[in-house]
């Protein structure tokens, strides 16, 4: 049997955004399986560097399941991080080099998820 792949989610703990995120991920990356790791807000945690059981359980993903990309995600609406679109943006893409920072051998992308639920790359 081949060994199944995996890529890695981080995003919301809201449950609109787990969906698209993993159907994302899959068809983007033709991966089996996506690991999510959920906060509150997760591109502003990261951002501001609340950083060490996230980045252990990245390191997991990675290191146990092989996790080829790590995908970091905002939304519209985000309770855990209610600001502007544009300061959603700021704190993605802040998330995505601290986390490329780690060295991890995985691929990390930045997605933000409109109000109908779209996720895109940023």
Not at 10 to 15: I, N, P, R
Not at 29 to 34: A, C, K, L, P, R
Not at 41 to 60: A, C, F, L, M, R
Not at 83 to 107: P, R, T
Request: charged letters at 20%; proline letters at 3%; hydrophobic letters at 40%.
């Amino acid at each position: 049997m081949s060994e199944k792949s995996f890529a890695t989610s981080l995003s919301c703990m809201d449950g609109r955004v787990q969906l698209p995120m993993i159907n994302l991920i899959k068809e983007r990356y033709s991966v089996d399986f996506v690991d999510t790791i959920t906060a509150p807000g997760i591109d502003k945690v990261i951002s501001d560097g609340n950083i060490e059981s996230i980045k252990k359980s990245v390191i997991i993903s990675v290191s146990n399941h092989k996790s080829s990309h790590i995908v970091i995600s905002g939304h519209f609406g985000c309770a855990g991080n209610p600001v502007s679109n544009d300061e959603h943006f700021v704190h993605i893409k802040k998330s995505v080099e601290l986390v490329k920072s780690w060295n991890l051998n995985a691929e990390v992308v930045g997605v933000w998820i409109d109000e109908n639920f779209v996720p895109r790359l940023i």
